[in-house]
């Protein structure tokens, strides 16, 4: 018999008291675990903000068939708190070798590309993330500020470092403008709709 597939659902969300409680990216998560376990996945979770040991991390990104960040965006990135779990458990994974051997290239193989020395191939990341900032300012020429670029664009800072141990990168899924002008309502009841076009897209 087969084993059922796993997915580790990773909550990066740091509270600042009087401001930011974690309630919405908290309700991302409990739509993703409840999705995932009625498609016959066991749910590995991290909440970083209550610690974590970084081998037990290592472990649980080798068991996950699918790991999805959940996060707020904190001047244009996930939460500091975040960047410090990846840099603790992506170097665990380096000198151990689970994760990669070295970054592909080898001074015997010089046509081996930069990048290519993963051991995760198979395994599927996905970022889900609330923005203050309007869906309207991404992909837009026209918006000033990010002058085009995408969502995917701006998280190339995160997704590299999975894309880096062979992962493969899903779709982003991003609840906009959630203080001003936002359909959190609407994003919280479409998010089971865009999990299925994972599970569509890993069968």
């Not at 062979?166 to 994003?187: A, Q, R, V």
Request: glycine letters at 6%; one cysteine or more.
């Amino acid at each position: 018999m087969k084993n059922s597939k796993k997915v580790l659902l990773i909550n990066a969300h740091l509270a600042y008291p009087n401001w930011t409680e974690g309630k919405l990216n908290n309700s991302f998560i409990e739509i993703a675990k409840q999705f995932f376990k009625s498609n016959n996945y066991e749910v590995l979770e991290t909440k970083i903000e209550e610690n974590y040991n970084a081998d037990e991390e290592v472990q649980k990104h080798l068991d996950a068939d699918i790991v999805i960040l959940q996060t707020p965006v904190n001047w244009f990135g996930a939460p500091w708190i975040y960047k410090k779990y990846i840099d603790e458990i992506f170097n665990s994974g380096l000198h151990s070798q689970k994760f990669l051997s070295g970054d592909g290239r080898t001074r015997e193989d010089l046509t081996r590309q930069y990048g290519s020395g993963g051991k995760l191939q198979g395994k599927k990341f996905m970022i889900s993330a609330t923005w203050n900032a309007p869906q309207e300012a991404f992909g837009n020429p026209s918006q000033q500020f990010m002058q085009g670029k995408t969502t995917s664009d701006l998280f190339l800072n995160i997704s590299s470092s999975y894309r880096f141990c062979g992962f493969d990168i899903l779709p982003d899924y991003n609840c906009f403008d959630i203080y001003k002008n936002g359909t959190i309502e609407k994003n919280l009841e479409n998010y089971p709709v865009h999990l299925s076009r994972i599970l569509n897209f890993e069968n």
